[in-house]
């Protein structure tokens, strides 16, 4: 029996880059032998155990064999004849393709050479045969990019016949999120969308998103001109300024009412917001997005512009803003959605680093009116809707305050 620590661990500590999870793979033993030696199964698909003490997970050698479509039409075969050599063969990217043990780095796909030339490759022709891999390698892409990694030419040209073949519509809408959502949380998101979009796949996996690139905005406003372009801009702002992927996926979906606007209306896109809520309905609920996501992400859609031109909001128009995203009940709901409102502002070719007053000044509006307290009123011998009436107009008089105070 022989241990190998494998895939991802053994990549990212060559890599010097923060390890998650380790993985290890058993070559040269059965089910048998490691219910004897106190190890727990797991799963259904395949052997997997689980260490008795370290808890880390133990796997099989195997091998797989195409057996019908999408990323589950596989046969899996386990065997003590299983050599590392051959379960690494299986692997996607050769940069996952590495092994080692005390006897040292098992690389017989060239993984290493690929990380030092900092290129993504598939490690064989078996590649082709899991649709999920499209997805993996533009996460891969995206968590990578700040190291200088790029896709190999030669494999984009195998995402790019995988898309056409049309496996992509074979994953589950859990999947395909989990995926997304993983992407968010990378480095780089933008760079996920960007390379799905090079092989064809994000028409299949999020039409509303594609279909923003060539859909032209103001040069006035977007230099960049361009929607899609503009969104990724944006997306990219986003992850400078939060670590949370709710705000980032807001940042990412908050435009996609310009792709349904009719061109002669272009490039003003009025009423864009309303028409977002439309296509940013249908991606949640196609993807069955968490509702935490959906949320913020509706919000923010819906009055990005409200927040952009804070300034001329009238008095009860700010309350009203304010009382939608339900920054009374939760602080961080407004925060949140601030964040995702300056990536925008931001996301724009030669405006990165200009100022977003307009996030500081509706916190000052929120921070004056939430001193207000219902108990007050409830003092005076009000009761009911006639105190959420009294709140609302002292608050709108605080406002108005502010406003002339600021003018």
């Known amino acids: 029996m022989k241990i190998y620590l494998v895939g991802g661990a053994v990549r990212d500590q060559l890599l010097n880059y923060p390890l998650k999870d380790k993985d290890y793979v058993v070559v040269g033993s059965t089910v048998d032998d490691m219910l004897k030696q106190g190890f727990t199964p797991v799963g259904k698909g395949f052997p997997i155990f689980i260490h008795p003490q370290t808890k880390a997970e133990y796997a099989l050698a195997r091998t797989e064999r195409k057996s019908g479509i999408g990323y589950k039409g596989f046969e899996i075969f386990t065997s003590p004849d299983v050599s590392i050599e051959q379960d690494l063969q299986r692997r996607d990217l050769t940069i996952n393709a590495m092994a080692q043990n005390e006897e040292g780095l098992v690389d017989p796909y060239g993984g290493m050479a690929d990380l030092e030339a900092k290129v993504l490759r598939h490690v064989s022709s078996h590649f082709v045969e899991d649709p999920l891999r499209v997805l993996r390698v533009a996460r891969f892409a ?130 864009h917001e309303k028409k977002g809520l439309i296509a940013l309905k249908s991606l949640t609920k196609r993807l069955r ?110 406002i108005e305050g502010l406003k002339k105070a600021n003018s």
């Open 142 to 271: 995206a968590r990578y990019a700040h190291l200088g990694f790029t896709v190999a030419d030669e494999t984009m040209q195998l995402l790019q016949e995988m898309t056409v073949t049309g496996e992509l519509t074979t994953l589950s809408p859990e999947r395909v999120w989990q995926e997304i959502s993983r992407s968010l949380e990378d480095s780089s998101p933008e760079v996920f969308f960007e390379t799905l979009r090079q092989c064809g796949a994000l028409a299949v996996i999020l039409p509303e998103l594609d279909a923003l690139f060539g859909v032209p905005q103001p040069h006035k406003h977007h230099p960049e001109i361009d929607t899609g372009v503009h969104t990724m801009m944006v997306l990219q702002q986003a992850a400078r300024l939060s670590k949370s992927p709710v705000v980032r996926f807001a940042a990412l979906v908050h435009d996609l009412g310009k792709a349904l606007t009719m061109k002669q209306y272009w490039p003003s896109h009025h009423g």
């Open 289 to 398: 997005v968490p509702n935490e996501y959906a949320q913020l992400a509706e919000k923010v859609t819906q009055f990005h512009t409200h927040c952009h031109r804070a300034f001329e909001l009238k008095a009860g128009t700010l309350l009203d803003l304010l009382e939608s995203l339900g920054a009374f009940r939760h602080r961080q709901k407004l925060e949140s959605f601030l964040l995702a409102c300056e990536a925008d502002s931001k996301g724009r070719l030669g405006l990165e680093g200009r100022a977003y007053p307009q996030a500081d000044y509706i916190r000052q509006v929120y921070e004056a009116v939430n001193t207000v307290d219902a108990k007050e009123f409830a003092k005076q011998g009000l009761e009911g809707k006639q105190i959420g009436e009294a709140v609302y107009a002292k608050r709108k008089v605080i």
